[in-house]
C-alpha cells in the first residue's frame, strides 16, 4: 500500500450528500493512509465523468450504472432512495398525466434516474435538458411545458406556484411496492480488493457518525441547502440520509435490479445489467 491513499470523493453540491460525508470532510473519524478529497458537482455531470473512470469514489445515478458497471461497482452505503416519494413533475397549471403525451418537459439531465423513471412512466415526451436549479424559473418562463424537479425543489414547488402532476415515488411504489433507487455511491473497480473494502468502511462510518451527531451534521449541511430554512433542510435530509443509506437491505437491491431490468425491457438502456454491490 501506498503510505497517502489519495482517494477523490466526487458529490453533488447538496444537502444530503454534505451530511453523509461531513464526518469526512470535517476530520471527525480517522482514517488511517486514506486522504478523502472532495469533488462539488451537479449529477449529471458526475454521471458523465463516471463513464470515463474519473474519480475513484463518486456519486451516480442509479440510470447512469448501467453505463459504467464495467469501470464502477456500487458501495453497499450511501443510497438515495426515495420511499413513496421522489422526483416531482410540475406544471404551471394543473394537469392529468393524460395531458404529457407530446408535451416539452425539463429534466435535470438524460443520465439522471429521475429522466429514466420519467421515461417508464410516460415514454412520449420531448426532453429539454436544463440545469436542476433553473427548471422552476423555465417552466415559469413558458420555455417548456413542465418540469422535472430534483434535490430541495421536491419540497417548495407548492410554495412557489407549481401544480403536482406525478410524484414518480410514489407512482413506484404502488407499481412494484418498492422504494425508488435514485442515486449510490460507485468506487472504481481498479482500486483493488483490499482499498475498496477499507474506503467502503470508511464511507459507512461517516453516514453512521452523521446520523449520530444529526444536529452537528445538519448545521454542515446548511451551507448548501439552497433556500431551505433549518426545518426544511431537516426534512430533505431525512427522506435520502437514513438507515437505507447506511446499506441498502435486501428491498434496496431488489429495487435496483428491477428498475434497470425494466428499463432494459422498455429498451431504455443498451442492456441488460446484472447488478454488483461490494460486499
Excluded: C
Amino acid at each position: 500500500m501506498k503510505e497517502n491513499q489519495i482517494i477523490r470523493v466526487a458529490h453533488s453540491p447538496d444537502s444530503d450528500d454534505a451530511f453523509m460525508f461531513y464526518a469526512l470532510a470535517a476530520g471527525k473519524i480517522p482514517t488511517g493512509i486514506y486522504q478523502f478529497t472532495h469533488r462539488l458537482e451537479d449529477i449529471e455531470t458526475l454521471n458523465r465523468k463516471a463513464l470515463g473512470g474519473e474519480y475513484e469514489v463518486t456519486a451516480v445515478s442509479i440510470h447512469a450504472y448501467a453505463y459504467i458497471a464495467d469501470k464502477y461497482a456500487l458501495l453497499p452505503s450511501g443510497a438515495s432512495m426515495g420511499d413513496r416519494y421522489g422526483p416531482v413533475l410540475v406544471a404551471s397549471q394543473p394537469w392529468r398525466t393524460a395531458d404529457l403525451s407530446g408535451k416539452r418537459i425539463a429534466v435535470p439531465g438524460t443520465m439522471t434516474s429521475a429522466y429514466l423513471a420519467l421515461k417508464l412512466f410516460q415514454p412520449d415526451f420531448q426532453h429539454v435538458v436544463i440545469p436542476f436549479d433553473q427548471i422552476m424559473a423555465a417552466v415559469q418562463r413558458g420555455e417548456v411545458d413542465a418540469g422535472l424537479l430534483i434535490h430541495e425543489g421536491q419540497l417548495t414547488y407548492a410554495a412557489e406556484g407549481f401544480h403536482k402532476v406525478v410524484d414518480l415515488g410514489e407512482w413506484w411504489h404502488e407499481r412494484t411496492g418498492l422504494p425508488l433507487p435514485l442515486g449510490g455511491n460507485a468506487i472504481r473497480r481498479d482500486l483493488g480488493s483490499t482499498h475498496i473494502r477499507e474506503v467502503s468502511r470508511l464511507l459507512r462510518e461517516s453516514i453512521r457518525f452523521a446520523l449520530d451527531h444529526r444536529e452537528d451534521a445538519l448545521n454542515h449541511a446548511l451551507q448548501y441547502a439552497r433556500g431551505l430554512d433549518g426545518k426544511q433542510a431537516d426534512r430533505f435530509v431525512g427522506m435520502y440520509v437514513n438507515q437505507r443509506t447506511l446499506d441498502y437491505g435486501d428491498e434496496g437491491r431488489r429495487a435496483v435490479q428491477l428498475f434497470l431490468d425494466q428499463a432494459h425491457e422498455r429498451k431504455l438502456i443498451p442492456a441488460r445489467v446484472v447488478v454488483e454491490f461490494v460486499d
